[in-house]
């Protein structure tokens, strides 16, 4: 009952296509090697910085690389020695709530080895059987 009530609770109220599962390792990689999308990812310095004018987060990216995605930026309040965030009781909400399935609609994927897992919340057949009987509806 529980289950079911959790599935409804996340399908239909929170409009959510996985579950979060997991913990996070503490390994860092989720704070190195960051695209940034905003409406596009983001490709020019020109861009980035006035991106930077928009959110106090992206003040603490910088630019470390370019590929064919886009610009590669890793996070400067990352402690790379220790892997830990510098400004952890005060990091963002978007590092708070990271990771979420938004990622997946924005071309990205978990970092390597993440502790965190997206399960969705319906598995293939459950979806295909509800697109089948809307498509008899028709
Ligand atoms: S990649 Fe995953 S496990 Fe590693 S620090 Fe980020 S959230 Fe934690
Ligand atoms: S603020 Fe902290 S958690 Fe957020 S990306 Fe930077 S180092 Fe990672």
């Known amino acids: 009952m529980f289950k079911k009530l959790k599935k409804f609770f996340y399908l239909y109220i929170l409009r959510k296509k996985y579950y979060r599962t997991g913990t996070c390792l503490g390994c860092g990689r989720?704070?190195?090697k960051i695209y940034v999308k905003h409406k596009n990812v983001i490709q020019t310095e020109e861009e980035f910085k006035k991106l930077q004018l928009l959110h106090p987060f992206y003040t603490y990216l910088k630019i470390i690389d370019k590929d064919e995605t886009g610009l590669v930026f890793e996070c400067t309040k990352l402690d790379?020695?220790?892997?830990?965030?510098?400004?952890?009781?005060?990091?963002?909400?978007?590092c708070r709530r990271y990771p979420?399935?938004?990622?997946?609609?924005?071309?990205?994927?978990?970092a390597e080895h993440c502790g965190y897992r997206l399960e969705p919340i319906e598995s293939f057949e459950e979806v295909f059987n509800k697109v089948s009987k809307k498509l008899n509806k028709r």
Do not use: A, D, V
């Open 80 to 94: 790379k020695t220790t892997n830990k965030c510098t400004i952890h009781r005060t990091r963002p909400g978007i």
């Open 30 to 32: 989720c704070c190195q």
């Open 100 to 110: 979420q399935e938004e990622l997946f609609n924005m071309g990205g994927t978990l």
